[in-house]
């Protein structure tokens, strides 16, 4: 879950995390570490938000 929230961060811009600095700096980490990297696809963020966007989710086109 703390990788989708840093996608979203990276590639939409939308801020989850501001009001808690410590786990936003945490799931950075945590989605930097090869045990996380070597286990999803390449293009994974773009995979996940096209799937959210085919799904009509809201949070696909989430902006800060």
């Known amino acids: 879950a703390l990788l989708r929230f840093v996608v979203m961060e990276e590639q939409r811009g939308a801020r989850f995390l501001t009001g808690v ?6 799931a950075r ?7 996380v990297v070597e286990t999803v696809v390449d293009d994974f963020a773009a995979r ?3 799937s959210l ?3 009509g989710s809201l ?6």
């Open 48 to 50: 996940w938000l096209r």
């Open 29 to 35: 980490r945590l989605a930097a570490r090869p045990s």
């Open 53 to 55: 966007a085919d799904g």
């Open 59 to 64: 949070i696909a086109g989430a902006r800060s």
């Open 21 to 26: 600095p410590r786990v936003a700096a945490w």
